[in-house]
Nanobody, 115 residues
Framework: QVQVVESGGGLVQPGGSLRLSCAAS????????MAWYRQAPEKQREWVAT???????NYTDSVKGRFTISRDIRKNTVYLQMNSLKPEDTAAYYC?????????WGQGTQVTVSS
């Protein structure tokens, strides 16, 4: 069983920055595809960004140029650097670890962008 734990959420003003962290257990962390999703109130969960085991990245259009996903294999951790935050980025952010047919989710961390 892989455990996934997010941290780093909080309240930030529009235009501000936050860095989310996602720690995943398991000796094969380097083989996982890691992704961030988010879910705003009364909306469906949406995909935000992905980083593959080969460190290839992809982003949803609304965050391109503002968010950066990265991974530190030594720490079994994935990061989501979020800059130029907007009120519409407000959501619970979830980390997902995927390997073959297995998929693991964290409990989420809340990000609120408000003045």
């Amino acid at each position: 069983q892989v455990q996934v734990v997010e941290s780093g959420g909080g309240l930030v003003q529009p235009g501000g920055s936050l860095r989310l962290s996602c720690a995943a257990s398991g000796r094969i962390f380097s083989s996982y595809t890691m992704a961030w999703y988010r879910q705003a109130p009364e909306k469906q969960r949406e995909w935000v960004a992905t980083i593959t085991s080969g460190s290839r990245t992809n982003y949803t259009d609304s965050v391109k140029g503002r968010f950066t996903i990265s991974r530190d294999i030594r720490k079994n951790t994935v990061y989501l650097q979020m800059n130029s935050l907007k009120p519409e980025d407000t959501a619970a952010y979830y980390c997902n670890a995927r390997f073959r047919e297995y998929s693991y989710w964290g409990q989420g961390t809340q990000v609120t962008v408000s003045s």
